[in-house]
């Protein structure tokens, strides 16, 4: 697909761009850019399934607040910041008893792409 950036893009015209970025890309990049969307989300409810213990309502919003939120102003230099659950960071923040879950690896690897610090609590 030939894009002409001095036209407004719809939705579809976007998911063919990043169609053919993942066709013709290599599997390092099109994993980061994969890490970088799937970190825009934040952790399910209950996180993945793991049964974490204390995986709240509040405990989610935490996580978010201190990881998809920051990443969010990033992702796309700043263009979807402004909305309610948007704060500007410089690190994300990953707890020991989460940090190897299926969202915090997305969000790490994120956080590397997007020159974030990665503060781990928990640790000693």
Known sequence: MIVDFDQRLTCDD???VLHDFFLNSSHTETQKL???LTALRGP???SEGSGVVGDTYDNRRKRKYETTEII???AFFGAMGGAA?????????????T???HFSRHAAEAAIILGL????KGTK
């Open 85 to 97: 659950r948007y704060h500007k960071g410089y690190s994300i923040v990953l707890h020991k008893a």
């Open 72 to 74: 969010r102003e990033r």
């Open 14 to 16: 976007m998911r063919h």
């Open 44 to 46: 399910d409810a209950p």
């Open 34 to 36: 994969w890490d970088v």
């Open 117 to 120: 610090k990665i503060i781990i």
């Open 99 to 101: 940090s190897g879950d």
